[in-house]
C-alpha cells in the first residue's frame, strides 16, 4: 500500500492560497473567511482569478483555463503553504487531468475544502497526498459554527481530530481502523469507472451530500453496489444529508441528517458486515467538522461512537 504523505505543520505567517476552482463567488461573500486566515497569524495570497466570472450553462469562477491556472499555481509555489478553495459548486472535474505537481511533491502542502473539491482530493491521495474534507471560506458567511473553522487551523498546525459522538439509530457496531477516503457522494460516483477514482480495498469510506432526491441517493447508493465498493471497504461514516427530496413534501428538508435518506442507506447495506457510522458533523451543514482524507481513522462504535487519526 502507497504511503500517504502529510504536509508540514505551518508556522505563524504561512502563506495560504485561497482560490476558486468551481463555481463563482463575490468579494462580500470571502471577507469573513479571508480576514479569519489573517486573524490566527496566516496570510492569505489570493489566486488571480478568485473572483472572476465565467457563465457557460454555470457561472464559473473563470474559464477552464483561468481555474487550471490558478489551482497550479497554488499548486506549485513554493512560498504557499496550503490551499484553500474557496467554494465547491462544479467544475473541479475539469482541472484534474491538467493538474501539475512537480513543485508540490518537493513541498507538499494541505489542500482544504469539500462537495466538489471530492474530486481534486480524490486526485491528491491517488498521487500519495493526504488532504482536508472542510469548510471552505466561502461558508464562513453563512453562519458556520466557529469550530468547524477552528478544528481545520488545528490540523494545519499539526493536530490530528478526535471527535466523540452519541450512537445513532442506524449504526451498525464494531470497531475498525483504516485509511479513510471519499467526500461528497455525487462526485465519489461521478469518479467511479475513471482513473481518477478512489482505490476502496479495505478503506473506510465517508460519504455526504445535499440537495439530492431520494431516487437519485438511492441510484447512487445502488451505483457504489454494483461497483463492488460495499465489498471491498472495511467502514462506513455517513455525514450531512441534508435539503433531500421534495422541499414541499419532507419535513426534515432542513436538517443535517434526513432520517428517511440515513434509512434509505441504511437498507441498502444492511446485508453488509463491515460497521457503520450514521450522522457524523461534516458535509453541507453549518457544524461541519474536519476529516482527513488518506488519514488512518480508528473507529470504535457501541453505545457512544469515537473516532480518531492515529496519523
Not at 426534515?252 to 444492511?270: H, M, V, W
Request: aromatic share 12%; proline share 3%; glycine share 10%.
Amino acid at each position: 500500500m502507497k504511503k500517504i504523505i502529510f504536509p508540514k505543520a505551518l508556522k505563524k505567517g504561512a502563506k495560504i492560497a485561497v482560490i476558486s476552482p468551481a463555481g463563482a463567488v463575490d468579494t462580500t461573500q470571502l471577507e469573513k473567511g479571508i480576514e479569519m486566515i489573517k486573524n490566527k497569524g496566516f496570510e492569505p495570497v489570493l489566486g488571480e482569478h478568485l473572483y472572476t466570472k465565467y457563465s457557460n450553462g454555470y457561472n464559473y469562477a473563470g474559464t477552464e483555463q483561468e481555474r487550471i491556472k490558478d489551482i497550479n499555481w497554488a499548486l506549485n509555489d513554493k512560498n504557499i503553504s496550503a490551499i484553500w478553495a474557496s467554494r465547491g459548486g462544479y467544475g473541479c472535474q475539469h482541472l484534474v487531468q491538467h493538474l501539475k505537481l512537480k513543485n508540490f511533491t518537493e513541498n507538499p502542502k494541505w489542500y482544504i475544502g469539500y462537495s466538489d473539491n471530492t474530486v481534486i482530493q480524490s486526485y491528491l491521495l491517488k498521487k500519495g497526498f493526504a488532504s482536508i474534507h472542510g469548510q471552505t471560506i466561502k461558508t464562513s458567511s453563512f453562519g458556520v459554527t466557529e469550530e468547524s473553522y477552528d478544528l481545520v487551523f488545528d490540523i494545519l498546525k499539526g493536530k490530528r481530530p478526535k471527535y466523540a459522538l452519541k450512537s445513532h439509530e442506524f449504526n451498525k457496531t464494531g470497531d475498525v481502523e483504516g485509511e479513510l477516503v471519499g467526500g461528497n457522494l455525487a462526485l465519489i460516483y461521478a469518479l467511479l469507472g475513471t482513473k481518477y477514482s478512489f482505490d476502496f480495498r479495505d478503506k473506510v469510506l465517508f460519504i455526504e451530500d445535499i440537495g439530492e432526491n431520494f431516487y437519485a441517493l438511492d441510484r447512487m447508493i445502488m451505483t457504489l453496489e454494483l461497483a463492488g465498493v460495499f465489498n471491498k471497504i472495511k467502514g462506513l461514516v455517513v455525514g450531512g444529508m441534508t435539503n433531500m427530496g421534495d422541499e414541499k413534501e419532507n419535513k426534515s428538508y432542513e436538517e443535517s441528517f434526513d432520517e428517511f435518506a440515513c434509512k434509505l442507506i441504511s437498507d441498502r447495506i444492511s446485508k453488509y458486515k463491515f460497521p457503520a457510522v450514521f450522522g457524523f458533523p461534516n458535509g453541507h451543514i453549518k457544524d461541519n467538522r474536519p476529516l482527513i482524507i488518506g488519514g488512518k481513522v480508528k473507529m470504535q462504535i457501541g453505545d457512544m461512537v469515537k473516532i480518531e487519526f492515529l496519523i
